[in-house]
């Protein structure tokens, strides 16, 4: 398994923008896919959005798309998670995901490696 370690987050103003990293340990990153997934408080953990190992592929959750982007550099084993026009309803814990199958998803069990999480609170 891959460790991951997630930064960047705090808090922010509605309408801001957050950049999220999350560093990953050991030399075979660009094997996995990667995720980025969310957890409000009494929600379920939510998919936000997925990137192949190339970086060619990206895959976003509807309530996020147009202002996520998620990125990585596999040269720094790095996967990172650009928030622009942020909203109330994007407070959550924030974790990011190793995937070791070859495709590209947005379900929570494929997922074999998490991060800690980190905080985001977006206030109005």
């Known amino acids: 398994q891959v460790q991951l370690v997630e930064s960047g987050g705090g808090l922010v103003q509605a309408g801001g923008s957050l950049r999220l990293s999350c560093a990953a340990s050991?030399?075979?990153?660009?094997?996995?896919?990667m995720g980025w997934f969310r957890q409000a408080p009494g929600k379920q953990r939510e998919f936000v959005a997925a990137?192949?190992?190339?970086?060619?592929?990206?895959y976003y959750a509807d309530s996020v798309k147009g202002r996520f982007t998620i990125s990585r550099d596999n040269a720094k084993n790095t996967v990172y998670l650009q928030m622009n026009s942020l909203k109330r309803e994007d407070t959550a814990v924030y974790y990011c995901?190793?995937?070791?199958?070859?495709?590209?998803?947005?379900?929570?069990?494929?997922?074999?490696?998490w991060g800690q999480g980190t905080q985001v609170t977006v206030s109005s």
């Open positions: 990137i192949s190992r190339s970086g060619g592929s990206t």
């Open positions: 995901a190793a995937c070791t199958s070859s495709l590209l998803t947005f379900s929570l069990g494929a997922y074999d490696s």
């Open positions: 050991g030399r075979t990153f660009s094997s996995y896919n």
